[in-house]
C-alpha cells in the first residue's frame, strides 16, 4: 500500500499539469476578447499564448521521459549487476579480472555472460554470448548463469555440467516461445574451462572463440580445435568428453572473450586485432591488461562497438609446481568434426 500511495501523488501530477495547460489555452480562447479579434496584434497575442502553453506541455513531457529512461537505466543496472555479480580479484591462486561493454548507448545489459566458480574439481569458468544484445538477452543469460553456478558443485564432469547448460537453455525457451514465436532462432554460444590443481586444462566448446593464451611474449590460441555447436538450434552428441589443453604455469594467462572483441571494425572496415593488443599488454596484470584492451577497442571502434564485448582474464599466480612432461603451450586436441555458428 505504501508504494502506491507513493506513486498516485505522481500520476496525479503527470497527467494533471498538462490538462491544466490545455485548460489554460482553451479558456483563453473561448473566453479572452483578444482571442476574438482578427487584427495582427490580436493574432500575435494567441501565436504566443498558444507557444508559451506548447513548449510548456513540450517540456513536460520530456522531463517524464528522461525520468522514466532514467529509472529503466537503475533496474537494468541492477539487474546486470545481478546476473553479471562482480568476481573477486583472486579465486585459488589464480588472478581474476573482467568486465563487459554493451553494444547498447547507455545501456549496462548485454548478451555476454562469464563466471568463475572454485570447486573441489578444480576452477571452473564460462564464457558465453547470446544471439543479440540489450534487455532482450537478459532471460536466457540468466538461466545459463544459473544452472552453471549450480551444476559447477554437483557434476564432477564437465561434460556434465554443459548437459546441464543444455536443459536450462531449452526450458528458457520452451518458456518464451509460448509469447515470442520467433524465440526458435535463438541460440548461445559457451565456451566452458576446469583449471585443476596442477594447472592442467580442460575445456568445451559450443560455438565460442578460443581463448589467447599468454605465455611470455607469445599470444596463442588455447588450441585450435573444431568447437560444437551453439546451444540451441542443434542437440549435444550423446558423448561430451572434455578436451585437454595442456597446461597453464604460474605466470602464464588466459583471456576469454567473445566474438564482439574480433568483430569490432574501425570507420574502414578494418577488423580489430584482439592478439596484438594482447602483446602490447602482456606483462600487466589482469586488471591493467584489461583496461588496456578495452582502451584500444574503444579508440578502434570511436567508442561505438556494434556488438556486445566482454572479457575475462585468468592469470596463473599459484607457487611453481611443475609437473613432469608439463607444457606451457595448448598440445594438440582431437578436433569435434561438428560445424562453426558465429553469432
Known amino acids: 500500500m505504501i508504494r502506491i500511495r507513493g506513486r498516485v501523488p505522481r500520476r496525479v501530477l503527470a497527467l494533471g499539469l498538462p490538462t491544466a495547460w490545455g485548460a489554460v489555452a482553451i479558456t483563453y480562447k473561448m473566453t479572452c476578447p483578444l482571442a476574438q479579434q482578427t487584427g495582427f496584434e490580436a493574432r500575435l497575442a494567441t501565436s504566443a499564448v498558444f507557444f508559451a502553453v506548447g513548449t510548456g506541455l513540450i517540456l513536460h ?16 543496472g541492477a539487474a546486470q549487476s545481478a546476473l553479471l555479480r562482480p568476481l573477486p580479484p583472486r579465486i585459488d591462486g589464480l588472478d581474476i579480472a573482467a568486465a563487459q561493454l554493451s ?3 547507455g545501456a549496462s545489459v548485454g548478451g555476454d555472460l562469464y563466471e568463475v566458480v572454485a570447486t573441489e574439481h578444480g576452477v571452473r569458468a564460462v564464457m558465453g554470448d547470446v544471439r543479440g544484445h540489450g534487455l532482450a538477452a537478459i532471460g536466457t543469460a540468466a538461466a545459463v548463469l544459473g544452472s552453471f553456478r549450480e551444476a559447477v558443485h554437483d557434476e564432477a564432469e ?3 555440467v554443459l548437459r546441464r547448460l543444455e536443459r ?9 516461445a509460448r509469447t515470442e514465436p520467433s524465440v526458435a532462432e535463438e541460440f ?3 565456451l566452458l574451462l576446469e583449471i585443476r590443481e596442477d594447472g592442467a586444462v ?13 605465455s611470455g611474449p607469445r599470444v596463442d590460441p588455447l588450441t585450435r580445435a573444431d568447437p560444437l555447436p551453439p546451444l540451441g538450434p542443434f542437440p549435444l552428441p550423446p558423448h561430451l568428453p572434455a578436451l585437454p589443453c595442456g597446461h597453464l604455469l604460474p605466470g602464464e594467462t588466459l583471456v576469454l572473450h567473445t566474438d564482439g572483441a574480433e568483430d569490432a571494425r574501425d570507420a574502414n572496415g578494418r577488423f580489430f586485432s584482439l592478439p596484438a593488443a594482447l602483446k602490447k599488454a602482456v606483462d600487466q596484470v589482469p586488471q591493467a591488461l584489461l583496461g588496456s584492451v578495452f582502451t584500444a577497442l574503444l579508440r578502434h571502434t570511436t567508442g561505438t562497438p556494434q556488438d556486445d564485448i566482454a572479457l575475462l582474464v585468468l592469470r596463473n599466480d599459484r607457487q611453481p609446481k611443475r609437473p613432469s612432461g608439463a607444457r606451457g ?3 594438440p586436441a582431437t578436433s569435434h568434426p561438428q560445424p562453426t555458428t558465429h553469432l
Open 188 to 190: 548461445v554460444t559457451v
Open 158 to 160: 564437465l561434460g556434465c
Open 168 to 176: 536450462a537453455h531449452a526450458r528458457h525457451l520452451r518458456e518464451r
Open 103 to 105: 553494444a547498447d548507448r
Open 61 to 76: 513531457v520530456r522531463k517524464a521521459l528522461v525520468r522514466e529512461l532514467r529509472q529503466i537505466r537503475q533496474v537494468a
Open 202 to 214: 580442460y575445456a568445451l566448446n559450443c560455438g565460442h572463440p578460443w581463448p589467447y593464451l599468454l
Open 329 to 331: 603451450t595448448a598440445r
